[in-house]
């Protein structure tokens, strides 16, 4: 896998590969600030959720180093002292719950650590999530690849790949595992309006790694499953609710609308820290973005002056579009209630 890494830790040092520029220049930015490291995940230098929580744990981890030579009686202390990082983290992008679920770790951490040595448990916490995501994402592959016949062409939309993970991606994954079966013919990449993660990253990434794809403009999917034939449509997920409902990226309901109509079937690939077994889809909140980002592009104004804009980053796909969620435990075909509630029961026995 030939991809940057989205995320580099060295020497207790953060650096994040700037995605807004990618695939144009390749430019690593240093944080030692959890606040720019809040900021960072807001404007998209990092993104995609499980990215987006290893950039909060760490930002976690740089917030402790901030006060590595105050004394800190107990983990109340280092609650109060955490909480402005916390908060800010926290309040950086909505609907990516591993975000959420990974500052419940770091909470978790400081409880167990208290006044022993936090700084470093935090940065090993941080490291640790880091790894897993990587191995968790590679058996997500693997097991998602299972489901892809020989020959096929697939269709993804976004960036779920390495760049939007610790590495080697869910959904591009997916397509990594499938493609070193042998199974995949082509994959064919949206664009994704409006930051283009399809055509910047996504189309970038398979190139990397030598795997056939074809981007085509989110209006041509209908098209393209009448006329490809794609044997899946595979997407990563921000939120997988109790009852099998998906949010991701805006556009993924509209494909699981026309996959069904062309017989074409429909996968979520997407780690359990990015399930919310609290909420069904529609309580997953949706982050709404500004409105520069429809109504201008490449710093240039397209729309007419004060032209009311919807600007809704992801959208929830209801499970009975989706026949498979794939995790790192295994497959959930046609998910609904009680087997997503199974799957993660059994998930949190291993
Ligand atoms: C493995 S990433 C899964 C999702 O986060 C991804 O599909 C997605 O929608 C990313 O949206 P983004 O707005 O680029 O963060």
Redesign the pocket.
């Known amino acids: 896998m030939t991809s940057p890494s989205a995320i580099k830790w060295s020497a207790n040092q953060l650096a994040l590969l700037d995605q807004r520029i990618l695939p144009n220049r390749i430019d690593y930015i240093s944080y030692s600030e959890p606040l720019a490291v809040a900021d960072a995940i807001r404007s ?1 230098v990092v ?4 990215a ?1 929580g290893i950039a909060a744990a760490y930002g976690m981890a740089l917030a402790a180093q901030q006060f590595a030579n105050k004394p800190m009686a107990n983990a109340a202390d280092w609650k109060q002292a955490l909480q402005p990082a916390r908060a800010a983290l926290a309040d950086s992008r909505p609907t ?1 719950v591993n975000l959420f679920w990974a500052l419940e770790r770091c909470d978790r951490a400081i409880e167990e650590h208290g006044s022993r040595d936090l700084v470093t448990a935090l940065c090993q916490l941080a490291e640790q999530i880091h790894a897993e995501d990587i191995e968790i994402n590679q058996r997500i592959g693997d097991f998602g690849a299972s489901l892809i016949p020989a020959n096929s062409i697939v269709y993804t939309h ?3 790949g390495a760049l ?2 610790g590495g080697y ?3 591009l994954g997916v397509i990594r595992s499938a493609h070193r079966d042998g199974h995949i013919r082509g994959v064919i990449a949206g664009e994704t309006r409006p ?1 283009l ?1 399809g055509a910047r990253l996504t189309s970038w990434e398979l190139m990397s790694d030598g795997i056939p794809v074809t981007l085509a403009i989110e209006g041509a999917a209908a098209h393209l499953m009448r006329e490809q034939r794609p044997s899946w449509i595979i ?4 939120r997988v609710a109790a009852n099998g409902d998906a949010a ?2 805006i556009g993924t309901y509209n494909l699981a609308i026309i996959a069904k109509y062309h017989g074409v079937k429909v996968m979520v690939a ?1 780690p359990t820290s990015t399930f919310d077994a609290t909420i069904d889809g529609p309580q997953i909140p949706i982050e709404q973005r500004p409105s520069e980002e429809i109504s201008h592009s490449f710093g240039q104004r397209i729309a007419p002056e004060n032209v009311a804009i919807a600007n809704p ?2 959208d929830v796909t209801p499970a009975d579009l989706i026949d498979a969620i794939v995790t790192e435990h295994g497959i959930i075909h046609q998910p609904d209630r009680a087997k997503v509630l199974a799957h993660l029961q059994a998930a949190a026995q291993q």
Do not use: E, L
Request: charged fraction near 10%; charge should be positive; hydrophobic fraction near 50%.
């Open positions: 998209m993104r995609g959720a499980p987006i990516a976004c960036n779920a939007a993970t991606g869910t959904a930051w993660q997407v990563g997920a921000d991701n990226k997407a980053a992801f």
